[in-house]
């Protein structure tokens, strides 16, 4: 019962991050690209890592997230292109 108490405040806390960023920010693509990456939605978090990118393209972090993304989907020739 105790875990399942752990699990629901720590998406709580998840959620309430991301949706009170900007939706039109780098930040807030990069952070819901990085939850949906714990989640292991790989290609969730590549359309948003994408998008984050394209807001602000000097973002290493966003870069690499999405290697690693990339390298989970079996898509190593993009994962080269972002290390």
Same mark, same amino acid.
């Given at each position: 019962m105790k875990h399942n108490q752990t699990r629901a405040i720590f998406f709580f806390v998840v959620i309430f991050i991301i949706s009170s960023c900007n939706q039109k920010s780098p930040t807030y693509h990069f952070k819901n690209g990085l939850a949906k990456?714990?989640?292991?939605? #790989?290609?969730? !978090? &590549?359309?948003?890592?994408?998008?984050?990118?394209?807001? =602000?393209?000097?973002?290493?972090?966003?870069? #690499?997230?999405? !290697? &690693?993304?990339?390298?989970?989907?079996?898509?190593?020739? =993009?994962?080269?292109?972002?290390?």
């Open positions: 990456y714990n989640l292991k939605d #790989y290609t969730g !978090a &590549i359309k948003d890592l994408d998008q984050a990118i394209s807001l =602000k393209d000097d973002q290493a972090e966003a870069y #690499y997230c999405r !290697a &690693i993304c990339f390298i989970e989907t079996n898509e190593p020739d =993009k994962a080269l292109l972002d290390f």
